[in-house]
T-cell receptor
Framework: DTGVSQNPRHKITKRGQNVTFRCDPI?????LYWYRQTLGQGPEFLTY????????KSRLLSDRFSAERPKGSFSTLEIQRTEQGDSAMYLC?????????????FGEGSWLTVV | DQQVKQNSPSLSVQEGRISILNCDYT??????FLWYKKYPAEGPTFLIS?????DKNEDGRFTVFLNKSAKHLSLHIVPSQPGDSAVYFC????????????FGGGTRVLVKP
């Protein structure tokens, strides 16, 4: 299977702890996105990378959140000092941007529960 | 400010009949539109897309229609099957809009056998 891979799939953490999620995009894709989804809502954009460069961050991404894509391949999303409001599904997606628009493919998501 | 709206939160349809899902957008910078299907606890699965240079795109049982003047698109599923029961999200994108997806709130479809 060469789709977008995310891990861990589920994470339960105590408030105040740090968590990190990893995303491995489809191998030839140059763009990588992070989204967040809560129950009953559509996914909300957090940030995206073109190769290793982080090109845009949503205002939803507070300074407790940091994302990296060090070699333009996999990416990590770290949440520091987690709060209960951070509980959500964190979705990673990738696409191949070639000048024309192409579909964006999502991973299975990483569920975060902050207790 | 919801730039992409799906005004029907749910839809129930009989197996074999047509499902029609609607989506409206406000940002005229959007020029690429996608539909995703989502099962609980899974990521969204890409279904079909359409560029603003077209008004219709068909792929098997799925057809997407785009009315640019009305800023409206719809997804037709025919015939509907029980396995189509899921939440469907409309999303919009465009180079001038940052090439990122803006999603609607979703429509839950239930296909009854």
């Amino acid at each position: 299977d060469t789709g977008v891979s995310q891990n861990p799939r589920h994470k339960i953490t105590k408030r105040g702890q740090n968590v990190t999620f990893r995303c491995d995009p489809i191998s030839e894709h140059n763009r990588l996105y992070w989204y967040r989804q809560t129950l009953g809502q559509g996914p909300e954009f957090l940030t995206y990378f073109q190769n290793e460069a982080q090109l845009e961050k949503s205002r939803l991404l507070s300074d407790r959140f940091s994302a990296e894509r060090p070699k333009g391949s996999f990416s990590t999303l770290e949440i520091q000092r987690t709060e209960q409001g951070d509980s959500a599904m964190y979705l990673c997606a990738s696409s191949l941007v070639t000048g024309s628009l192409n579909a964006i493919y999502f991973g299975e998501g990483s569920w975060l529960t902050v207790v | 400010d919801q730039q992409v709206k799906q005004n029907s939160p749910s839809l129930s349809v009989q197996e074999g009949r047509i499902s029609i899902l609607n989506c409206d957008y406000t940002n005229s910078m959007f020029d690429y539109f996608l539909w995703y299907k989502k099962y609980p606890a899974e990521g969204p699965t890409f279904l079909i897309s359409i560029s603003s240079i077209k008004d219709k795109n068909e792929d098997g049982r799925f057809t997407v229609f785009l009315n640019k003047s009305a800023k409206h698109l719809s997804l037709h599923i025919v015939p509907s099957q029980p396995g189509d029961s899921a939440v469907y999200f409309c999303a919009a994108s465009g180079e001038a809009a940052g090439n990122k997806l803006t999603f609607g709130g979703g429509t839950r479809v239930l296909v009854k056998p």
